[in-house]
């Protein structure tokens, strides 16, 4: 996946907020999944995701909500054993993200890690690391 792609289609999205906003309107699925988790554990979450040596993907946080949302190649995100904490979710396919665009932040929405050339995030190492910062032992789920 090219994230100069995503650009393009922040650009190009639901024009149904007035440009002045300074927000788009992005489907999820097409172009990108995404999974969103409580604000106060995205601080360690993207820690360890950083002492990794791939990339981390795009983070959007919203202030609003109290969530961070990482966006994830399309069609990854929906199959995996996401944990089941209050607040962990996978956003539907065909589910608005409201995005600012890259180097704005509108309303409480900000890019903590902003789309551009950087990879998408890889769930199978989100997950895991998701999990542990909610104290989930899959260990045992795995045996």
Same mark, same amino acid.
């Given at each position: 996946?090219? +994230?100069?792609?995503? &650009?393009? @289609?922040?650009?190009?999205? =639901?024009?149904?907020?007035?440009?002045?906003?300074? @927000?788009?309107? %992005?489907?999820?699925?097409?172009?990108? *999944?995404?999974?969103?988790? /409580?604000?106060?554990? #995205?601080?360690?979450?993207?820690?360890?995701?950083?002492?990794?040596? !791939?990339?981390?993907?795009?983070? &959007?946080? =919203?202030? &609003? $909500?109290?969530?961070?949302?990482?966006?994830? /190649?399309?069609?990854?995100?929906?199959?995996?054993? +996401?944990? $089941?904490?209050?607040?962990?979710? %996978? @956003?539907?396919? *065909?589910?608005? &993200?409201?995005?600012?665009?890259?180097?704005?932040?509108v309303g409480g929405l900000a890019w903590l890690v902003p789309p551009g050339r950087l990879s998408a995030g890889d769930?199978?190492?989100?997950?895991?690391?998701?999990? #542990?910062?909610? !104290?989930? =032992?899959?260990?045992? #789920?795995?045996?």
């Amino acid at each position: 996946m090219i +994230w100069p792609e995503f &650009l393009k @289609l922040l650009r190009a999205a =639901d024009r149904s907020y007035p440009a002045r906003s300074g @927000l788009v309107a %992005v489907r999820v699925g097409g172009v990108f *999944d995404a999974a969103s988790v /409580p604000a106060g554990l #995205a601080g360690p979450v993207i820690e360890q995701l950083q002492d990794r040596a !791939g990339p981390i993907g795009p983070i &959007l946080s =919203d202030a &609003l $909500t109290e969530a961070v949302v990482f966006l994830l /190649p399309p069609c990854s995100a929906e199959n995996r054993k +996401w944990p $089941t904490a209050e607040g962990v979710r %996978v @956003l539907a396919r *065909d589910e608005v &993200l409201l995005c600012p665009l890259p180097g704005f932040s509108v309303g409480g929405l900000a890019w903590l890690v902003p789309p551009g050339r950087l990879s998408a995030g890889d769930p199978a190492v989100l997950e895991p690391i998701l999990a #542990a910062a909610l !104290g989930e =032992d899959r260990t045992q #789920a795995r045996s």
